[in-house]
């Protein structure tokens, strides 16, 4: 299986401005390398993590999933973000993945935020999402999920290679973002990249990113410098995950 380049993109976010967000996400893109097989953006990428639902939403053919698989058609690689979505009358924090041909995927965030009110302006999501993109089989997750490793869990049934975060993760519990990525990678064997946010949002909690790749033993392959924007891209190598598997299987003896 060939080797896959995945770009992670930190940046401050316009607080519930989707217009400059998506002028200023414009500009990254096209500052990414073109080997780039994905790129990672934060989560609510348009709006900031806001409870502004009812006045923020779109619907799946609306202005940021156009603008996506836009970007994605010609840049030639799939783009994975969250933003506000109504549906059925309802709201969700969703995650949309769009490959390169401009196809759609979707993700509905699981685990709302209630110390943030998250559970009180959204609809949690009940199903997880495994994408393929070349041959790897990624999870894409949102921000709070990273706290529930169940939910996150590799298995024989549904297995995958690569775990996604895009975040909204304050400062204040930074360590504990740091820590639960490296977890994620080991018990589950597999390579971990999370994209964070910088700056404050509009609630005045800051955010100071600590992006990152991690391989499968916990090592950090990649890493953002703090409360800067940073694009960076790096290359997952599926020999180097495929040899750590047969060398030691734990997920043979998982629950």
């Known amino acids: 299986m060939e080797n896959i380049n995945i770009t992670i993109i930190q940046s401050n976010l316009h607080w519930e401005d989707k217009e400059a967000n998506l002028n200023m996400f414009s500009r990254k893109i096209k500052n990414a390398p073109d080997s780039t097989d994905l790129i990672i953006l934060p989560e609510m990428f348009t709006t900031g993590f806001s409870m502004n639902a009812v006045s923020l939403a779109e619907e799946m053919n609306g202005e940021t999933v156009n603008w996506m698989q836009k970007h994605a058609v010609e840049k030639g690689c799939a783009i994975v973000g969250s933003f506000i979505c109504e549906e059925n009358d309802k709201y969700f924090n969703r995650l949309v993945w769009v490959d390169d041909k401009g196809a759609c995927s979707t993700y509905d965030k699981r685990h709302l935020f209630s110390m943030g009110d998250e559970n ?56 504990a973002w740091k820590t639960l990525l490296q977890a994620r990678a080991i018990e589950n064997q597999c390579y971990v990249a999370a ?28 890493a953002t410098q703090k409360s800067e924007e940073n694009i960076n891209t790096v290359t997952l190598i599926y020999e180097d995950l495929d040899n750590f598997r047969k060398k030691f299987p734990v997920l043979d003896d998982a629950d």
């Open 120 to 175: 009180n302006h959204y609809t949690k999501g009940t199903k997880r999402l495994i994408v393929e993109l070349k041959g790897w089989k990624i999870c894409p997750l949102i921000c709070y999920d990273l706290r529930f490793p169940v939910w996150s869990r590799n298995t024989k049934t549904n297995p995958y290679d690569v775990l996604i975060y895009v975040a909204n993760w304050p400062t204040l519990r930074i360590d």
């Open 195 to 222: 994209v964070n946010r910088i700056g404050d949002d509009g609630n005045f909690i800051l955010h100071s990113g600590y992006s990152a790749v991690i391989d499968a033993k916990g090592q950090v392959i990649c």
